[in-house]
């Protein structure tokens, strides 16, 4: 089933951008990154949903924050997320996109969801940062968003399947999405230069049917697939073999909007097909605007 050209998503209202889910890639981006104010400006905003990163605190905790270590985007600097109890996270303060210090305060994860419960039809898009051999906290955190969000309202994603298998202990029906890494692309963004150098020798992951369907058994349904475009560019078929298989694909680029907006054109022209989502760094407007052009 197709719904404008994009592959169908579960969710509680239908996608604006032809069919297409797109989510603010840490809140809005006008807004601290992964707060409280990012996530409600983006889901009051004409994004589809917010994306955002959780980890968890010393005490178990589940707090909004991308790297291992604090001081990019915070007052605190210097520690590990993992050392920090709930005392101490309550005291710290944001910076701004610019790295200019605001006096919001970090946010929990529970923060997020009571923003979200507000907005019904968008969609909370939270990654589980840490991995490791654990089930425990990706069981806490699906539990979380099963009992304060509606299904269809909330994803939970992260790099490591063993995380998803383990939050699909907790809740049998809820979206369960892989992010799959690309060692070429992750080298053509580094700021190192011997990184960008080698690029040319490293590969993108192939995404066959086979990878797809022993994806969805070892996780379950519903589970998709969330990749970035050098990825897709490299897996002509991974539009149609999803959309074969019902599973949703999102997309997600190291790089500029337009970069993004332009393969998924170039994707639609090829295959007819866009993927489910795609999660952004800039408005959702203009981003439609260009994956819409002829």
Known sequence: MLLG??????????????????????????RPENSATAVEAALAGDWDGAEIDIQQLRDGAWVLHHDAFVGRT???KGRAVASIDRATWEEVRLKDRSGRATTEPAALLSDAVQVAA???GKVLNVEIKQVNGDCQPAQAAARLLQQALP?????LTSVDRRQLRCARQSDPAGYLGLIVLDPQALAMASTSRLAQRGAARLHAPTIDRQWLMRLAQEVGPPVGVH???NTLRSNPELLPTARALGMPVFTYH???DRDHAQALQAARRQSGLLPSGAVIDGPAAPFCRMVSAP
């Open 227 to 229: 990749v970035d475009i």
């Open 74 to 76: 915070t007052s605190l």
């Open 151 to 155: 299904e269809g309202q909330w994803f």
């Open 5 to 30: 050209g994009a592959l169908v998503l579960p969710l509680s209202s239908p996608a604006a951008c032809l069919g297409m889910a797109l989510h603010a890639h840490r809140g809005d981006p006008e």
């Open 118 to 120: 507000a907005h019904a």
């Open 254 to 256: 190291l790089g500029a």
